[in-house]
């Protein structure tokens, strides 16, 4: 259709696209966050769809994919709060690489573990959501991958879930005593002094799952038992959630040791990070383990990734520069140690007359 001045205007309408949305049910600022912090985020994530909201009616407009991706995620969202969770700004990006993938936010992460003093412990990726699963379908589950993952604190909210509906006895909680790198020297005080920096990770999220005060009993009453892996040998672990933290560095032997504690009624979750072995020489346990047993049923290998990272989104950034970053200097070292190994036939040619190829004759 031409303009009052008879200049041709472009048709954008197979190029726009508008979606209306009445929330009801739930207030707006749930949905939207305070100070629309989430109304933020969304529109961050779809730079090509504009946002209004008025009253209860939120309208999506411009790019037809953006906006029908967009609008799926909005009533994922939705869903998820009129369950009666909060929402975070990190839930949002996470959702739209759910949506854009063809899951559901809300199936995958609606099911909370535990509700503790007003705040629910459910996962918070995909990732998450297949590890939580394979913890309740399997007697032995490694979840292997990066920090800030969620690999131990999921894992001790299945012990507590477990623990309160009395489907075990008991909780034990282990790690290797081994210092990060650094030397700590001799410690003061009595033996238990001595491993409790090792172990207190363990006990902070106790105590963040559990109330305070209950904590100190479960302990005293060997309900709730915290200890170095070197305590596990000679013990069969009966009707217990075993959790072993930190397993990348287990040698193969004390892997083994661990895995043969096992007992009747009992569950183990094995969680560690391969690339932050502090090992001073030798293999890791955690890295042999998923060779040795990655047929064995009942024994399943949960692999977590930068994109099921629950801490600052710059955590995520980081293990993917690290991760560039190891794998070309692998790819460094190998064309180096290829290069000298072309040198060394060279030379020993060159050093034997008999090993020089010969010429075909005439």
Known sequence: ???IDGTPVPDNSDRAAEERL?????AMVRLLGPQDRLLTTLEKQYPGVDVHVRGNEITLSGDPAQVASARKLVDELLTIVKNGHDLHPAEVSRGR???????????????AILQVRGKTIRPMTAGQADYVHAIDENTIVFGIGPAGTGKTYLAMAKAVQALQRKEVDRIILSRPAIEAGERLGYLPGTLTDKIDPYLRPLYDALNEMLDPELVPKLL??????????AYMRGRTLNSSFVVLDEAQNTTPEQMKMFLTRLGFGSRMVITGDVTQIDLPAGASGLRL??????????????????????????????????????QKQQAQHFER???????????????DPSLRPRRPKK
């Open 22 to 26: 009445e929330v009801d049910g739930v």
């Open 220 to 229: 005293a009453a060997g309900t709730i038992e915290v200890a170095p892996l």
């Open 337 to 351: 140690e290829q290069a000298r190994e072309f040198a060394n036939r060279a030379e020993r040619r060159s050093a």
């Open 97 to 111: 690489r759910m949506v854009d993938s063809g899951q559901s936010p809300a199936a995958l992460l609606g099911e």
């Open 1 to 3: 259709m031409p303009d």
């Open 289 to 326: 383990v998923s060779r040795v047993l990655k047929n064995v049923d009942d024994i399943h290998f949960s692999t977590l990734t930068s994109d099921d990272v629950v801490r600052h989104s710059l955590v995520g950034r980081i293990i993917d520069a690290y991760t560039e970053y190891d």
